[in-house]
C-alpha cells in the first residue's frame, strides 16, 4: 500500500481520482478548498510522507487566466516548481498533470503557466521519477463551467438540444 499525496484533490479530476486510489492506497488530500494551499510551509512535510505525488492543483479557467495573469503564473508555474523542488528533495514519484495547451502556449496565460510548469519537469526527468500527463479535452459530470473547455459547451448545447 502506498502513501499518495494528491494536491487539489477536491477539483474535477482529484475528485474522480482520490474515492478511486483510496481503495487500495492511503491517500491525503491537499487542496485550497480545505485550507491547504500548495504554498502552506506544511506541504513540504506531506510531500516528505509520501511515496508518490499527484501534481493537480491548479488554476484552471483560460478566461479568467486573460484576467489574473500574475495569479495563474503564480499557482501554476512558481506551484509546480515549488512541488517539484520538493518532490526532488525528498526523492519522491510525481506525476503531473499538464495540459494540451502546451502545444498552443502563447494563446492565453493559462497555457504559458502550465507549459512553464510542464517544462520544468521535463527538465527534471533527467535524473528524477516524473510522469507528465497532458490532457485533452477532459469532461464528465461535475466538470467546471468556467475552465472555458469546449466539451462543457458540448454538454451544455446536447442538453439544451442545440447540438444532436
Known amino acids: 500500500m502506498k502513501e499518495i499525496l494528491i494536491t487539489g484533490n477536491e477539483g474535477f479530476l482529484g475528485s474522480k481520482l482520490t474515492p478511486l486510489l483510496s481503495q487500495e492506497h492511503n491517500v491525503t488530500g491537499w487542496d485550497i478548498k480545505s485550507g491547504k494551499d500548495i504554498f502552506d510551509e506544511n506541504i513540504e512535510d506531506a510531500i516528505a510522507a509520501s511515496d508518490v505525488v499527484i501534481h493537480l492543483a491548479a488554476k484552471t479557467s483560460v478566461d479568467k487566466s486573460r484576467k489574473q495573469r500574475k495569479r495563474y503564473?503564480?499557482?501554476?508555474?512558481?506551484?509546480?516548481s515549488r512541488i517539484l523542488n520538493f518532490c526532488i528533495k525528498h526523492k519522491k514519484?510525481?506525476?503531473?498533470?499538464?495540459?494540451?495547451?502546451?502545444?498552443?502556449?502563447?494563446?492565453?496565460?493559462?497555457?504559458?503557466?502550465?507549459?512553464?510548469g510542464d517544462d520544468l519537469c521535463q527538465a527534471a526527468q533527467a535524473y528524477h521519477p516524473i510522469t507528465i500527463l497532458r490532457f485533452y479535452?477532459?469532461?464528465?459530470?461535475?466538470?467546471?463551467?468556467s475552465t472555458g473547455s469546449i466539451m462543457y459547451q458540448f454538454a451544455q448545447g446536447a442538453k439544451k438540444g442545440e447540438i444532436q
Open 73 to 80: 503564473m503564480y499557482v501554476n508555474a512558481i506551484g509546480t
Open 93 to 116: 514519484k510525481m506525476v503531473y498533470a499538464s495540459t494540451a495547451a502546451y502545444y498552443n502556449r502563447e494563446l492565453s496565460p493559462y497555457a504559458s503557466s502550465k507549459s512553464i
Open 137 to 145: 479535452n477532459i469532461f464528465g459530470p461535475g466538470m467546471n463551467s
